[in-house]
């Protein structure tokens, strides 16, 4: 059997998206001014996040693997989260 790298085991989820329905909202000035953004860049294994030229955080939401660990290093105010509607969101294929 032929192990899969990371990478090839998120490929199997499923994402059923809201499609104009994000559940992550960044707010810039905070996540600017505490480094949060950058922290949140850093961190997220699903690369959900991304740092634009003029220091503000792009949010991808449809790849959330709804694990929590941007709300685990983001500093008070910065994030909002909160889990998609009902059948949305990432379907795992794998454990």
């Given at each position: 059997?032929?192990?899969m790298s990371v990478p090839e085991r998120l490929a199997r989820n499923v994402y059923e998206v809201d499609e104009g329905n994000s559940h992550i909202e960044v707010n810039q000035?905070?996540?600017k001014a505490t480094g949060t953004g950058k922290?949140?860049?850093a961190?997220?294994?699903a690369h959900v996040y991304s740092?634009?030229?003029d220091?503000?955080?792009?949010?991808e939401?449809?790849?959330c693997l709804e694990c929590g660990t941007c709300l685990a290093v983001a500093a008070p105010g910065a994030l909002t989260?909160?889990?998609p509607e009902s059948s949305m969101g990432v379907m795992y294929r794998e454990g």
């Open positions: 059997m032929e192990l000035e905070i996540a922290r949140l860049v961190v997220c294994p740092e634009e030229a220091g503000t955080i792009s949010v939401y449809a790849a989260w909160h889990y």
